[in-house]
């Protein structure tokens, strides 16, 4: 199995451009998650998704969107990037009956 | 008052020695705690969970948990250099989820070096 997997693993973009991250599990997850992570200000959720056809916000949605397109995709889009999206960005995914969440190895972006 | 707060660290300790990390969280309903261990520009993997006040050891590592003093701690013994990564701790109100949105916060983390 190779559990959470995300692409791509480094990005550089510049203002107002667009791109899509993409996140797939393998472990038959209902549940799955993206977060992003700052210096000082721990992981926040961005958005999420409890079951196939289903997503909702975080903590800090805005200037994403999401879309889950089957059970073991669950992308995330920017729309017109800006500097204060420059993080790194983990997708997760948890077991229906365990509260452990699962990480994918992260993305790690930069908008100029 | 952040949610769940931890000393940013660095914690340095020697080799062999005991390494205590500590965290506090603010929601008395909190019933399931994490313990996620991160190396520099790697994602956080789960190494301990604790949901019922007292101890839990797995290995080297024993977790501690006291709800009244909303405060739960990992313990390191024998620490070696390559336990030296940030340790974040996860708080969630909920015992044990059977789908749907699971609530976590996490602290920003205490980054732990292990000095050879």
């Known amino acids: 199995n190779a559990g959470v997997t995300q692409t791509p693993k480094f990005q550089v973009l510049k203002t107002g451009q667009s791109m899509t991250l993409q996140c797939a599990q393998d472990m038959n997850h209902n549940s799955m998650y993206w977060y992003r992570q700052d210096p000082g200000m721990g992981l926040r959720l961005i958005y999420y998704?409890?079951?196939?056809?289903?997503?909702d916000k975080g903590e800090v949605p805005n200037g994403y969107n999401v879309s889950r397109l089957n059970k073991r995709e669950f992308s995330l889009r920017l729309e017109s990037a800006a500097p204060s999206q420059t993080s790194v960005y983990f997708c997760?995914?948890?077991?229906?009956?365990?509260?452990?969440?699962?990480f994918g190895p992260g993305t790690r972006l930069t908008v100029l | 008052q952040k949610e769940v707060e931890q000393n940013s660290g660095p914690l340095s300790v020697p080799e062999g020695a005991i390494a205590s990390l500590n965290c506090t969280y603010s929601d008395r309903v909190s019933q399931s705690f994490f313990w996620y261990r991160q190396y520099s520009g790697k994602s956080p993997e789960l190494i301990m969970s604790?949901?019922?006040?007292g101890d839990k050891e797995d290995g080297r590592f024993t977790a501690q948990l006291n709800k009244a003093s909303q405060y739960v701690s990992l313990l390191i013994r024998d620490s070696q250099p390559s336990d030296s990564a940030t340790y974040l701790c996860?708080?969630?109100?909920?015992?044990?989820?059977?789908?749907?949105?699971?609530?976590?916060?996490f602290g920003t983390g205490t980054k732990l070096q292990v000095i050879p």
């Open positions: 998704s409890a079951s196939e056809g289903t997503t």
């Open positions: 604790i949901y019922s006040n």
């Open positions: 996860a708080v969630s109100p909920q015992w044990r989820s059977s789908g749907g949105y699971q609530k976590v916060t």
């Open positions: 997760a995914s948890i077991r229906t009956t365990q509260d452990e969440q699962f």
